[in-house]
Every structure is written in structure tokens, then in C-alpha cells.
């Protein structure tokens, strides 16, 4: 059983990576109002890079899990620089932003490849604090 991210890429497992995705629900991905939220961020080192597939109707943003964390405490509190990351991002977005995407008929969450262990308690209470749900594609056992 791969037990570290580094077994986990020599067994082949999902590679890791930490999205915040936006997605079509009842309608169609409004692909404008991404293109809006798209602007806000795009300078921001906390995003490796944004999507958009029109086609499938899912766009969004993957975290940046590098450099890695190199002090003890950084680790014990974030395990991962892209949950540390996501967490900063996270905290300032507004409700009101993922209350339009829904009211639309979008949805939007934080979506967790290639990773099992323990997720931080900040990264979780900006998720409650947004109403985000939290999809996992973990590691296999």
C-alpha cells in the first residue's frame, strides 16, 4: 500500500492535485461569469493554472503544491502547500459569489486527487463557511 505521494507517483496512483471547480448543474456552465472570476485571480501564485472545457461544462482553478513546506509547524498545520494555498484563496472569496453560481444553475467545489490523509481544519472551515462540498479521488487501499 502507498502510504506517501512519492510511492503513490512510482505505483502509477492519480497524481495529486487540488481544484476548486465550477460546474454545470441545472443549466449549462455559464462560461462568462467564469471568465469573470478567471480575471480576478490570474496573477495569483497560490494558482498553478485555470481551466474552462465548454464542452464537458467544467472550468476552475488548480492549487499550487509547490515549494514544499520546509518547517515543521507549516507541515504539522497544512501537510501540503496547495491546501495552505486553497485555504488563503479561499478565504477571500465571498459567499455571495458561489450563492450567484448556484442560483444560475451552477454548481462549485473543492475537489482532493491522488491523497489520503488527514485534510486541515482551516481549509475545512472556509468550505463550511462557502457551503463548498468537498470531492475526494483518494489513493487506492
Not at 28 to 45: G, I, M, R, W
Not at 53 to 71: K, M
Not at 124 to 129: A, D, F, N, S, T
Request: aromatic content about 8%.
Amino acid at each position: 500500500m502507498a502510504t506517501t505521494l512519492i510511492e503513490a507517483q512510482k505505483h502509477n496512483f492519480p497524481k495529486f492535485q487540488l481544484l476548486l471547480r465550477i460546474y454545470a448543474g441545472t443549466n449549462n456552465l455559464d462560461s462568462k461569469l467564469v471568465k469573470e472570476l478567471f480575471a480576478s485571480d490570474s496573477s495569483s501564485p497560490r494558482i498553478k493554472r485555470q481551466y474552462l472545457d465548454e464542452h464537458d461544462g467544467i472550468a476552475g482553478w488548480e492549487f499550487e503544491n509547490t515549494p514544499p513546506l520546509n518547517q515543521s509547524d507549516e507541515v504539522h498545520t497544512w501537510q501540503l502547500r496547495a491546501f495552505m494555498n486553497a485555504s488563503e484563496l479561499l478565504r477571500h472569496l465571498s459567499p455571495k459569489l458561489f450563492q450567484r453560481i448556484r442560483k444560475i444553475g451552477n454548481e462549485a467545489d473543492l475537489c482532493l486527487v491522488g491523497y489520503n490523509g488527514p485534510i486541515p481544519p482551516a481549509l475545512i472551515k472556509e468550505l463550511g463557511r462557502l457551503v463548498l462540498g468537498l470531492f475526494v479521488i483518494g489513493l487506492p487501499d
